[in-house]
């Protein structure tokens, strides 16, 4: 199994579970809040980690209690942060605001400043993994000189396509369908639509009743790629990333819970538990 790095967000996530998005002017009660980490990077990373993958994360936190509290996070799921930079000032927060049918509306609170970490070009082995779970042009030549010497990049759009393998993204991050690489577009509830040069191909969704969609894309792109890790098909990378995204969206967390799906070739699920956040749910 090849290393991954996950270059991404490490956040700390605000949960209200409202029953409608208010509009403007209007007030609307929270039924129930939860403190719980978060963040896309930092989603991936643990995922990816609890599969039992060798994960590295590259990211930053603020010289805060919520940055203690998402690096002890990442720590105890098993991933390295010996490239997570402490930052001066706060982690990267954000509010959310959760419908009954699972949608969420996401509200950022302090400045990104993912755009001005180093990234740890002479760490990287070749054929390692490397995935962009958030993008910034300042990344451009370090993803080239990793596809250079031979790691395998992979981002979420728009990505420097003669560098990526593969963009990863929902409907949404797509302002147009690149022609260099392969883009697999995430559609939420109605699955998943490949497209590599000269053919397009759909994935249904697996029904299940969602209660919480955060996490969902990125559980999709830690299964795909802890199945392209192992030399799968993409197919296969596809369904594992749906299966996992369906069990996601059936929980109230950020993070994704991928301990309960049972990946190919083994008997039981894994027993290893995912981060928690129960105690700061109020």
Excluded: C
Excluded at 155 to 160: D, E, L, Q, R
Excluded at 171 to 184: C, K, V, W
């Amino acid at each position: 199994m090849r290393d991954f790095w996950i270059t991404g967000p490490i956040a700390w996530d605000l949960a209200l579970y409202v029953d409608r998005i208010p509009a403007s002017g209007h007030f609307v009660q929270a039924g129930e809040s939860a403190e719980r980490p978060g963040g896309t990077g930092a989603n991936v990373a643990v995922a990816l980690s609890q599969a039992g993958a060798r994960v590295h994360m590259v990211g930053y936190v603020g010289a805060d209690a919520a940055g203690q509290n998402m690096t002890k996070t990442l720590t105890a799921a098993g991933v390295d942060v010996d490239h997570v930079q402490v930052l001066p000032g706060h982690t990267s927060s954000v509010v959310l605001l959760i419908e009954p049918n699972g949608e969420r509306t996401i509200i950022g609170i302090h400045a990104d400043l993912l755009n001005t970490i180093t990234i740890p070009i002479d760490a990287v082995a070749p054929e390692d993994i490397i995935y962009f779970a958030a993008w910034h042009h300042s990344f451009t030549a370090a993803a080239q000189a990793m596809a250079a010497a031979g790691a395998l990049v992979t981002s979420v759009p728009p990505g420097t396509t003669p560098a990526m393998r593969y963009l990863i993204g929902s409907r949404n991050d797509f302002s147009e369908i690149p022609e260099e690489a392969t883009a697999i577009v995430t559609e939420g509830a109605k699955g998943v639509t490949v497209y590599s040069p000269g053919k397009s191909d759909h994935y249904p969704a697996i029904p299940t009743d969602a209660v919480d969609a955060t996490g969902a894309g990125d559980a999709f792109a830690a299964g795909l790629l802890w199945e392209i890790g192992n030399g799968r098909p993409l197919a296969e990378g596809v369904h594992l990333g749906l299966a996992w995204a369906a069990t996601t969206v059936r929980a109230k967390s950020s993070m994704p819970n991928t301990t309960s799906v049972r990946l190919p070739g083994t008997s039981d699920p894994r027993p290893k538990e995912s981060p928690s956040a129960d105690r700061f749910r109020s």
